[in-house]
């Protein structure tokens, strides 16, 4: 009975612990599969079948070893946020939304990016509305949804 509940409690601990954060991989990768990296350079690249990568369970693509190296080295930085989904949406209304890899916005250090599709550009919106307080509205709401269901 002992060892039973020892499987169970471990069983529960496990699942309990093991929760992902839900990165937005659109054909794949997050942020389509563009350069993370690049982006910091105030370029929108695409990555490279040649160079990838896999942090926190999600997969990257870069467009040079170069860029790789970086971003295994401190990947952190380099990991977009609200896991590569809409900045705007996930402020305006705490929804995961896809983005457009070539519509980003680098803001005190870290990379956010946009829907922008059928006239609708999020991040002119974004713009429009005071970006501060929207990454505090996105910033709670993500804290919200970040984990896979």
């Known amino acids: 009975m002992k060892n039973m509940l020892i499987i169970l409690f471990i069983s529960f601990s496990t699942t309990l612990f093991s ?3 839900d990165y937005n991989e659109q054909k ?3 942020a389509n599969g563009y350069d993370v990296v690049a982006y910091f ?3 929108a690249v695409n990555g490279s079948t040649k ?3 896999t942090y926190d369970d999600a997969k990257y693509r870069f467009s040079s070893q170069k860029n790789l190296d970086t971003f295994k080295a401190n990947p952190k930085k380099y ?6 989904w809409c900045a705007y949406a996930m402020a305006d209304k705490a929804e995961k939304v896809t983005i457009n890899p070539k519509t980003f916005e ?3 250090g870290k990379l956010y990016l946009f829907y922008n599709a059928y006239f609708n550009n999020t991040y002119e919106s974004w713009l429009e509305e005071m970006p501060a307080k929207l ?11 970040k984990f896979k269901s």
């Open 19 to 21: 929760q992902q954060i």
């Open 28 to 30: 794949s990768f997050v």
């Open 41 to 43: 350079s105030n370029t």
């Open 51 to 53: 160079y990838q990568s």
């Open 79 to 84: 990991v977009p946020q609200y896991g590569g």
């Open 106 to 108: 680098l803001r005190n």
């Open 135 to 145: 990454i505090k509205k996105a910033d709670t709401s993500w804290s919200k949804i």
